[in-house]
Each structure stands twice: as C-alpha cells, then as structure tokens.
C-alpha cells in the first residue's frame, strides 16, 4: 500500500460538515457589501515578489519571514499573496480604474504566509476584504468601520470589541519615528531580538511586538497622538464624531499600529478575548500613499481584512449556529422496479417545483437502511417508491421530524403537494 500524503503544515480542508458557517459568513458579508454599494472585485492569487515588497515594506514580519517566494523556471520572481490590498491596488493601477471615478470594492479569498501554524494562525488562511480608493475621508473612514460593524452584528457576534489610532501625515510619523528611537535605544537591553533589529529601520513595528517583555516597555513609549499634526487631528476628531453619532462603540488606542508599512492617519482593530492569542478578528486603516508607492497618480485609500478562520472560530466560540442546507425530501426506492424509475421521478419533482432540495437513494439498500440514510440528511420528509406503488402510481410521504401522518399521493399530484407542504 502507498503511504498516505500529508496535508501541508498550516494548511487545513474545510470539511463538509464545517461549510454551513463559512456559507453564513461570505453571504452575510456579500449582502453587507451590497447594502453600502461595494463592488466585488477578483484579483490574482500569484503576483510579482517586487509588489509586495514595495507596498508591506522591508521591515515587516510578512516580508522579513513570511512570503512564498519562489523564482518560476529562472524568470518570474513570484509570491503566493500574503494579503489582499497589495494586489487590489496593483489591479487599480494597471487597469486604469481610477481615471474616471472613485472605487469601493471587496473581495474574498485564501491567502498565504509561512507563519508557525496555532490555533488562528495558519499558512494558507481566508480573508474577507474591503476597500476604497478616491476618497480623503474622514466620512470614508467611518463608513468602512460602520460596514465591519453591522457585519460583525449581522454574524451574531458581540465579544468584539473596536480600537483605533491615528498615525497621522508621514510627517508626523517621521517626527514620531525620531522620538521613538531615542525611546527605545534608552531601554534597548529589554528589547526581544526582533525588536532590536528594528529599532533603526522602523521602530513603529515595535509597538506591535508580541513579546511579553517588550509589550510592558510599550506601554510606556510616546504616543503618536500627542504630537499628530493639525489636520490629521481634526480628521480623526471628525472619525470619532461620526462614530459617536452612530452610536459604535470604540475605544482609541494610542500605541496602535498595523504590521504593514502602508498606512498613514486612521487605524483600527476588532478584537475579541474569546480567542486567546490570536485576538484580531479584522484590521485596517488608510493608505494615503500607497498607490503612489506603486507609480499610480497619487490617490488616498483606505481598507480593512477580515479573517475568516478566527471569524468562524469566534461563532463557534459565541455558540452561533449557522444555518444548515437541509433537503426538503429523501426519495427512499425499494425494488427493481421502483429504482429504474426513481431518477426520472426525482427529475420531474426537480421540474416541477424549482427550489425543491431532494436526495435520491442511490446504491440500494434495505428500507432500514435507506431511513437511516434518509435521517442523517436532515431531510423533512421521506418520499417511498417500492415497486407496489410504482405498480399504483402513488408515492407515499413520510414526516421524519413532525407528527403527521403518513399520507400516500397519486405520482400526478405529488409536485403539487410538495410544493403546499414546503411553501415553494
Ligand atoms: P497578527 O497580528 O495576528 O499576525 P496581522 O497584523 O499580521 O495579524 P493583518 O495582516 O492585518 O494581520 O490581517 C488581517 C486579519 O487577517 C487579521 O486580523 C487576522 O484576523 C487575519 N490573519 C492574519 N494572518 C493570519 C493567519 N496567519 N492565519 C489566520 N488568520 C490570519
Ligand atoms: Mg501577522
């Protein structure tokens, strides 16, 4: 016998059984995403290693350790996508999108870092995105946190909990970098490794460490927000007044930052304790400056993404139940005859009644069998065809999960009675 082939470290099947809250949660989000105007936008899975280079940046855990790099037969340099905004922007770009208006767009899918696999922390991972291209905000800002919000709202999730920042102008940032590096070159002997190495090259990543010890001198640091520039307070006042006037809950954070390089003003987190560790849920914020970064004309934008696996991990841990795909009808067939018939039954019922979810038995079986079969779909009813009433004409309905009598149809009238019993 051949040995069994592994799945990749931190790469997981999403198993049948599993696929109800995964369903729940992209079609909660496309419905969201419709109700605030977001068009859904498909952007490769590959693309250039330069992009991601050049729009993370070089002192990111992503870029330092994470990426799936590999050069294609001596050409191409590729990268399996770490996140999403990179490659969104990239396609606005080179598609032109921006000549002519403004963009909201979304988009969904598996992304890829070479992380230490735990729990909500995989290499290959689902994000669900958003983002919005044209606009100075602040009202943007706001509108993209109010949509994660009534997302997280619509799922049932209520553990979550908002923090946001503002980094300001790459001015401001750059006055702050200076200030932090003094900072932190004075406690430098208390630095985790990572940390140190950072330290001249981009000392913001160390407020995002998540080094126990390096965390506690965190706390003591600068804050950005003290020293912001005039209007990037007055647009983060503005955020705030928009929130506050929608009644959202939030909580400004003054040492938050995001592990990508991109972002300049408004940052945010949902966050949730019910996940150990791996506590954000969906994280953003604007990057005025990235589609100039990558040589489009200089257009401000602004983003979040949403991780599908801590998401569904969260529903699990709130006790959501999503809702499952039961069959109307389990068509059970006993005999010869009642099973060369059983099909072509089921394919009129199928035309008769759009909407209806019916199983056939398929493969035979004892009448024990195929019950027991006809249970474990979740099925309402059992349709029974036995060469007796195939020999009729009739069909006899089952109530699997209610008191109803068994009750016995002419095949004629069969799809109209289905059609009163389930409402189609
Ligand atoms: P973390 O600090 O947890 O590493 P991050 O800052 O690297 O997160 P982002 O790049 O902002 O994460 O990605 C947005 C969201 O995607 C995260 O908040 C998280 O929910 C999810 N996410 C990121 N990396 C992973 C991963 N390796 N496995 C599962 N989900 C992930
Ligand atoms: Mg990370």
Redesign the pocket.
């Known amino acids: 016998m051949s040995k069994i082939i592994e799945p990749l470290r931190g790469v997981h099947d999403v198993l049948p059984a599993q696929i109800p809250a995964w369903q729940f949660l992209e079609r909660t989000a496309r419905d969201v995403f419709a109700a605030y105007g977001y068009e859904e936008f498909r952007v490769p899975i590959i693309e250039q290693t330069p992009l991601f280079k050049r729009s993370i940046g070089d002192f990111t855990?992503?870029v330092e350790k994470e990426m799936f790099s590999f050069v294609d037969r001596g050409e191409d340099h590729i990268t399996l996508r770490p996140?999403a905004t990179a490659g969104i922007a990239r396609a606005v770009i080179s598609n032109g999108l921006l000549r002519e208006s403004r963009l909201k767009v979304w988009c969904m899918g598996p992304?890829f870092?070479r992380?230490r696999p735990q729990a909500?922390?995989?290499?290959q991972?689902h994000?669900i995105d958003c983002e919005a291209f044209g606009f100075e905000g602040p009202d943007v800002d706001a509108e993209m946190i109010l949509l994660s919000a009534r997302l997280l709202r619509s799922l049932g999730l209520t553990r979550v909990k908002l923090l946001i920042n503002s980094l300001g102008t790459p001015a401001a940032r750059a006055a702050y970098r200076e200030r932090l590096i003094e900072y932190f070159t004075a406690h430098e002997a208390a630095l985790d490794e990572d940390s140190r190495r950072r330290l001249q090259g981009n000392p913001l990543r160390i407020l995002?460490s998540?080094h126990p010890q390096t965390q506690r001198l965190v706390a003591g640091a600068p804050q950005l927000l003290e020293s912001l520039d005039a209007e990037s307070r007055a647009h983060f006042a503005a955020l705030c007044g928009h929130l506050d006037a929608a009644g959202i809950a939030y909580h400004v954070e003054p040492h938050l930052v995001?592990?990508?390089d991109y972002y300049t003003r408004t940052v945010f987190?949902w966050t949730t304790d019910l996940l150990g560790a791996?506590s954000?849920?969906?994280?953003g914020g604007r990057y005025d400056g990235l589609i100039a970064q990558l040589g489009g004309t200089p257009t401000p934008g602004i983003g979040w993404?949403?991780?599908q696996?801590?998401i569904v991990l969260l529903l699990e841990a709130q006790g959501v139940a999503a809702p499952r795909e039961r069959p109307h009808l389990y068509l059970v067939l006993a005999g010869e005859r009642a099973e060369r018939e059983g099909l072509r039954l089921a394919e009129t019922l199928r035309d008769a009644l759009p909407g209806l979810k019916l199983q056939v038995n398929l493969g035979g079986g004892s009448f024990k069998t195929q019950f027991k079969r006809a249970d474990r779909s979740g099925a309402a009813y059992a349709a029974i065809l036995g060469d007796e009433e195939a020999a009729r004409g009739v069909v006899a309905l089952k109530d699997l999960r209610g008191e109803a009598p068994q009750e016995e149809c002419p095949v004629e009238r069969i799809g109209e009675r289905l059609g009163v019993l389930f409402g189609l």
């Open positions: 855990d992503i996140e992304m870092r992380e909500g922390r995989y290499r991972f994000q995002d998540k995001r592990g990508l987190e791996q954000t849920v969906c994280a993404a949403m991780g696996e801590r």
